[in-house]
């Protein structure tokens, strides 16, 4: 934001669509801008977008399905859709692309279509079979959102784990699916960020660290600037080009036979990565939507 001029420049999700829209019919769109100026979208004026989240997180807490609070929340999105959909605004992901490209089963097919390592994958109710096929023990890891929110307001996130196929024996895998992997050994995770054609890498030792670095809390401050991968940040920019995503926060692995794909996140984390990586990330992003 502190990269864009704050004339012209709207911020609009699904709580702030009361402040900011200020009329919509089939033909126009008028919405105020971060300086407080109306801002009209239509045939005449052309715009850029970049979809980070369509709602804060937590702003459905409590509402019941079915409720009039739910009809008033999918009312939101439904002209929050509208807007989305307006022929005069090019995004950085169109909304359709994004929507598929955050679901893990599309991304391992596209990868491996594309000749890019994936670990080997799997969708069973029957823990067995996932064993005799991946290994055992093997990876469990969520194959929707990886958190959630407590009816108090708690916030839970579901690492990726480590099983065995007995610690599975009496739950049902497929009541909220999870995908199981085999395990890959990392010697370095990767985060790779995409912005168009162009790529950054931050690498993070593995050693002591759990599946899922995220669980160590120092390992969020541990990742360092790399340029030795480019082999990787080619193949991480095709597949986003691929799946029609803009903007692509992905996650690798590298052990002894060389770089996994394991994640590709549309809107995910980039600003706790080290400089130049952070400042570079979001000046492309303000570049694009600038035109500059």
Do not use: C
Not at 149 to 170: C, F, M, N, W
Not at 223 to 239: D, N
């Amino acid at each position: 934001m502190d990269l864009l001029p704050a004339q012209g420049t709207v911020v609009l999700d699904a709580v702030s669509l009361s402040s900011v829209v200020q009329w919509l019919d089939p033909i126009n769109v008028r919405l105020v801008d971060v300086s407080g100026a109306a801002v009209s979208l239509g045939a005449d004026r052309a715009a850029r977008g970049w979809i980070r989240r369509l709602a804060p997180a937590g702003w459905d807490l409590g509402v019941t399905l079915g409720s009039h609070g739910a009809a008033r929340l999918s009312s939101r999105l439904a002209l929050l859709a509208a807007i989305l959909r307006e022929p005069s605004l090019t995004w950085l992901t169109p909304v359709d692309p994004l929507f598929a490209a955050e679901n893990k089963v599309v991304q391992y097919r596209t990868a491996m279509a594309i000749g890019i390592r994936v670990p080997a994958t799997a969708v069973s109710g029957a823990p067995g079979d996932l064993a005799a096929d991946l290994g055992d023990p093997f990876i469990l890891k969520p194959l929707g959102p990886g958190h959630f929110q407590e009816p108090d307001g708690s916030s839970q996130v579901i690492y990726v784990k480590e099983v065995r196929a007995t610690d599975l024996a009496h739950i049902d895998l497929l009541d909220a699916p999870f995908l199981a992997q085999t395990v890959i050994a990392a010697d370095v995770h990767l985060r790779v960020v995409t912005v168009g054609s162009r790529a950054w890498t931050a690498e993070l030792d593995a050693a002591g660290l759990p599946v899922d670095w995220r669980e160590h809390e120092s390992a969020h401050h541990t990742f360092t600037a790399t340029e030795r991968w480019s082999q990787v940040e080619k193949a991480a920019v095709r597949l986003a080009t691929i799946l029609g995503v803009g903007y692509s926060s992905q996650d690798w692995l590298v052990d002894e036979d060389g770089p996994a794909f394991v994640d590709l996140n549309p809107g995910g984390q980039w600003l706790f990565l080290p400089e130049p990586i952070a400042t570079s990330v979001a000046q492309a992003l303000a570049d694009w939507l600038a035109d500059r």
